[in-house]
């Protein structure tokens, strides 16, 4: 049973995400929107981890996108190990395709855009369990929370500037 939970309407992303960083909060948040859901970690008030079962870029193909490993190396790693229960950024690290540090600044970018995609939520649910962490296998980032949270503010701004 959830800690505390609410209404997007009433309380958005910002406020609850303020809120558990004021009170030092460890847990999960766990947000859904129209179309999709994010779930959020908090560690002493900060965001150490952040996934969404949507996401339109999966690691793999930021990682071409970026020009950190060719579209055909990552699908040799992909073909080579699929099967096994390793993640993708694990197996290219050990392929020496990319370097530990492009991998964890790729997963530090995308747990950025799950941020900023949910600041965007205007509707939906909420909901927070204390004590709740990721799986140890995740990276993790050290941002502070209002870094995270004007940079999804610019965004949404410059989005709502571009669509008038």
């Known amino acids: 049973m959830p800690d505390l939970e609410g209404n997007l309407s009433v ?12 009170a030092g909060a460890t847990g999960e948040l ?19 981890f952040a996934g969404i079962a949507n996401r339109p870029l999966k690691l793999g193909e930021y990682l071409v996108r970026e020009g950190l490993v060719t579209e055909s190396a990552l699908n040799g ?32 970018t995308q747990i950025m855009d799950v941020i900023y995609e949910v600041v965007r939520w205007q509707s939906g649910r909420f909901s927070f369990e204390k004590n709740k962490v990721p799986p140890a296998r995740e990276i993790r980032i050290d941002i502070p929370l209002d870094h995270l949270l004007l940079e999804g503010l610019k965004r949404l701004d410059e989005e709502r500037v571009n669509t008038k």
Do not use: C, W, Y
Request: glycine residues 6%; charged residues 25%.
């Open 11 to 22: 309380f958005q992303p910002i406020s609850v995400m303020q809120m558990l960083n004021l």
């Open 30 to 48: 766990v947000v859904t929107g129209d179309a999709n859901s994010a779930n959020i970690f908090f560690e002493q008030g900060n965001v150490t």
């Open 77 to 108: 790693v992909l073909k080579k190990h699929g099967r096994q229960k390793k993640r993708i950024g694990d197996l290219l690290v050990e392929a020496d395709l990319i370097q530990r540090s492009e991998l964890e600044q790729a997963v530090e």
